[in-house]
């Protein structure tokens, strides 16, 4: 019986690993960058394929130039030094209009060696830019990210729970702790302070009507 994740590509695997075949982020080590020349004479093409050797696999990486972009970014315009570093490395989709635009091709994913997720421009002659996020892809930032998805449960629960404006302002507190503390995100702070903001005006205009009656 055949694997649900297995792909046509999988079925005829050869020298080099194929978007087909990355059916999550494969991260590894680089071990080497270099010119194909066989491989150019081969395919008849004008200039010779990069290709990627990854530490602890058979198979290697024929590197396209957008590729190259990101690994510039991340690592630095010396091609000496990408060797040592770690690469994720996942199946995107070809950014440029044209004839493959959309077709399934191995794209930079991120690196464990990024602190935090990095957005770059992509632009090539006469071709129209493109973006591209680089993902931090290490544990420490999933446990990170993890962590700071489960404050703002704990926050989101706190806000529904809180029946008096004392709660609230002490929510928003905690709100400013958190977000100091990067235990939640920018984006989930505002997410919560608008909620926040409201509940305490209602809950204001709620105790001037008591006061007014009584």
């Known amino acids: ?27 590894a080590k680089i071990e080497r960058v ?51 570093r770690t690469v994720s490395l996942y199946a995107g989709k070809v950014e440029i209009p044209g004839k493959y635009h959309g077709q399934p091709a191995i794209r930079v994913y991120g690196s464990p060696e990024l602190t935090e997720e990095r957005t770059i421009v992509v632009a090539f002659a006469g071709k129209p830019p493109f973006t591209v996020v680089l993902r931090a892809t290490g544990q420490r930032h999933e446990q990170k990210k993890a962590d700071a998805s489960s404050r703002a449960k704990e926050l989101s629960a706190a806000l ?19 977000l100091a503390a990067s235990l939640i995100t920018r984006e989930e702070a505002k997410a919560l302070m608008g909620p926040i903001v409201k509940r305490e005006k209602e809950l204001a205009e709620k105790d001037a009507s008591a006061n007014v009656i009584t």
């Open 1 to 27: 019986m055949m694997s649900e994740e297995m792909s046509f590509d999988d079925l005829y695997p050869g020298r080099f690993y194929k978007a087909g075949n990355l059916h999550a982020p494969l991260t």
């Open 34 to 84: 270099y010119h194909d020349f066989e491989l150019q004479k081969q395919n008849k093409k004008k200039s010779p394929p990069v290709v990627l050797t990854l530490a602890g696999h058979t198979r290697e990486v024929v590197a396209c130039k957008t590729v190259g972009v990101c690994l510039r970014e991340l690592f630095g315009n010396d091609v000496n030094g990408w060797v040592g």
């Open 160 to 178: 529904r729970a809180a029946a008096t404006a004392e709660q609230i302002r002490q929510l928003a507190l905690d709100v400013e702790s958190s």
